[in-house]
């Protein structure tokens, strides 16, 4: 790291990459240049350097968010569930969403059995007071009225907030069975309240009605 490694090797690469050109004489697959990061992102030190560069965090975004895109290789989907966990990483160590983000309880739980609000009657009030548009949770920086971020920062908020709240709920539902683990991970470690609200709901359900433990933990949140 200390030879900038991230900024000489690790951007270049995952940009030719999502760009399809050649990078020192060969053209890398997605699934090893998105291992390079997940791997790096598994040590907090090294995970603190790479979010210390502005252009990783999108480039991540970026790949986990075309899951959809036509594939160039099958092993395209093992690269973009590599990014996912490279964004969870980064989440666990909590230097991503940006620490000035408010992230909320979201409007719909992803788990829609165990929904306490399917209409999303409650979060459309609590949006109408806290600067949302029809019912989705924006992530608001909390700041004083004479700090401003910069144009850098605005577009991180932005994409991330993008991501969080479009993004990833959709990846839930992904065809690609591991794409859809590491979206649930993911969205499990920014959503912990969600998840741990879910799971008092189910132990709940389990001494009251009866409901077997295995039943509402590995089908249901599962």
């Known amino acids: 790291m200390r030879l900038n490694v991230v900024?000489?090797?690790?951007?270049?690469?995952?940009?030719?990459?999502?760009e399809g050109e050649h990078f020192r004489g060969m053209y890398p697959h997605l699934m090893y240049s998105a291992r390079l990061f997940e791997v790096l992102t598994r040590c907090p030190e090294y995970a603190e350097v790479l979010a210390g560069n502005s252009k990783v965090i999108p480039m991540l975004l970026h790949v986990a968010a075309e899951c959809d895109r036509p594939l160039r290789v099958e092993s395209d989907h093992e690269g973009r569930r590599l990014a996912l966990e490279a964004l969870r990483h980064l989440a666990q160590w909590k230097?991503?969403?940006?620490?000035?983000?408010?992230?909320?309880?979201?409007?719909?739980?992803?788990?829609?059995?165990l929904s306490r609000s399917p209409t999303g009657s409650e979060d459309m009030e609590e949006s109408l007071s806290s600067g949302t548009?029809?019912?989705?949770?924006?992530?608001?920086?909390?700041?004083?009225?004479?700090?401003?971020?910069?144009?850098?920062?605005?577009?991180?908020?932005?994409?991330?907030?993008?991501?969080?709240?479009?993004?990833?709920p959709n990846l839930l539902y992904h065809e690609h069975q591991g794409i859809r683990l590491s979206a649930a991970g993911l969205w499990a470690h920014i959503h912990k309240g969600a998840v741990r609200q879910q799971m008092l709901t189910g132990v709940r359900l389990g001494s009251e009605k009866g409901l077997p433990e295995n039943l509402w933990r590995w089908h249901v949140l599962g």
């Open 7 to 18: 900024s000489r090797y690790c951007v270049p690469i995952m940009q030719r990459t999502i």
């Open 95 to 113: 230097l991503w969403p940006p620490p000035a983000e408010a992230i909320a309880r979201p409007s719909m739980s992803p788990v829609r059995s």
């Open 133 to 168: 548009s029809r019912g989705r949770q924006l992530l608001v920086p909390s700041r004083s009225p004479t700090q401003r971020p910069s144009f850098a920062r605005r577009c991180l908020l932005q994409e991330s907030n993008d991501f969080i709240n479009i993004t990833l």
